[in-house]
């Protein structure tokens, strides 16, 4: 596992603590794996879910630093949704 998925694990981890999301999100970093976020927490790991987040490690990295907000990089096309987007909406919302 890359380092950029173990740091995005743990930030989104602190970001997400205790947050019910109700449904399964994944976060795809271009080149380097997936994340898999749920009501029982963050992980690394790739499956189904019920909405993806796709991005480079750069832009996924200025969004846990709050330095992007997600909305914007999803209207740059920096940041591409595939499912759920009222799942993404609420995702965004804690990230943002």
Do not use: C, H, W, Y
């Amino acid at each position: 596992m890359s380092d950029t998925i173990d740091q995005a694990v743990t930030a989104l981890t602190e970001k997400f603590d205790g947050a019910e999301i109700g449904g399964t999100a994944k976060f795809e970093i271009t080149g380097e794996g997936a994340i898999l976020l749920d009501d029982e927490g963050v992980r690394a790991g790739d499956g189904p879910a019920d909405v993806t987040l796709t991005a480079d490690a750069e832009t996924f990295k200025a969004i846990l630093d709050g330095e992007t907000n997600p909305t914007a990089a999803f209207m740059t096309g920096k940041l591409s949704v595939d499912g759920d987007m009222g799942l993404a909406m609420k995702l965004g919302g804690v990230l943002g």
